[in-house]
């Protein structure tokens, strides 16, 4: 029975990678309030704008906000899914140009401490999507839970989000240990987030290179340095994205570069990445998580 599920989850989410080359991006960066949401979605909405065909997980599952930030209405959300309510399907909402999200709880505290009898339920619920798409990118939480590690770890891309701050510079390091030292993640795009200049972003990649360096076998590129730009506020208040709002603004010509150069990453060579990995490399660590699905 073990293995019937687990082949029905695995060859569920591969069909849906294998209806195209889906690149799956993780945006991260261990500490809150860097700014990972507004990479992820002006990343998206560049992307879409050029052709691209893009799908956003919302997965801070506690404190989702991705919705709001695009100034759309979430009737259902993943808390449903899990609930039973509804499918995945059913919850997918459309931003501009396109742009499919999947919308997250906000302020339910069940919702941030999932069981793992439920993590695998979330991720099962995947397998029944149809959707042909080229990039899905997954906002995670701020922290090191298990499902910020997860979704790392599904990835092709992990872009590491991180300010010129002590907190940030720590808390992204403490992301790359775990990931490189236990689940053997080695490759990190780092973005430079509301910097005051190019170099000013250069000396903070500096910084993370150093330490990283010392104690770590990761390698670290330097993706985009994304300027303090007040438009990104005001876009904010309006609901709005800045590459929408103020096309022609500082930030968003360097979040529109971003966009671009991430579509041109290379799809690893060795196996990785691809949610199917997600949930084959979820049951092969944590084997006491299908059998409490089971239970379940």
């Known amino acids: ?81 899990l609930a039973g309510v509804c499918e995945l399907e059913d919850i997918i909402i459309e931003g501009p140009y396109g742009v499919k999200i999947i919308p997250s709880a906000s302020g339910t505290q069940n919702m941030a ?12 619920a995947f397998s029944n999507l149809q959707h042909e798409l080229d990039f899905f990118i997954v906002d995670t939480a701020a922290g090191i839970s298990d ?49 005051r200049s190019y170099r000013e972003g250069r000396d903070l990649f500096i910084k993370l290179t150093r330490v990283t360096e010392r104690f770590l076998d990761a390698n670290l590129e330097l993706a985009a340095c994304i300027p303090l730009d007040d438009n990104v506020r005001q876009a904010v208040k309006r609901q709005k994205l800045v590459v929408e709002a103020f096309p022609h603004s500082p930030a968003a010509l360097a979040l529109n570069s971003l966009a671009s ?4 990453w290379p799809l690893p060579h060795h196996p990785g990445g691809h ?3 997600f949930v084959e490399r979820l049951l092969v660590h944590k084997p006491r998580v299908m059998e409490a699905f089971i239970r379940e």
């Open 1 to 81: 029975m073990t293995e019937n599920i687990m082949y029905d989850q695995a060859s569920g989410l591969r069909r849906m990678t294998q209806l195209t080359s889906t690149k799956v991006i993780t945006v991260t960066g261990g500490k809150g309030g860097v700014g990972k949401t507004n990479i992820t979605l002006n990343m998206a909405i560049s992307m879409a704008r050029q052709g691209k065909r893009v799908m956003v997980l919302d997965a801070d599952l506690g404190l989702a906000n991705v919705d709001v930030m695009l100034g759309l209405r979430a009737g259902r959300n993943l808390s449903h899914v």
């Open 113 to 124: 401490e999932l069981t793992p009898a439920q993590h695998v339920g979330l991720i099962r």
């Open 147 to 195: 499902m910020v590690l997860s979704f790392a770890r599904a990835a092709q891309d992990v872009v590491i989000v991180v300010c010129d701050e002590p907190t940030s510079i720590t808390d992204a390091y403490a992301l790359m240990k775990i990931l490189s030292r236990e689940y053997d993640i080695q490759r990190f795009k780092i973005v430079a987030n509301m910097v």
């Open 261 to 264: 150069k991430a579509m041109t």
């Open 275 to 277: 949610l199917e990995f």
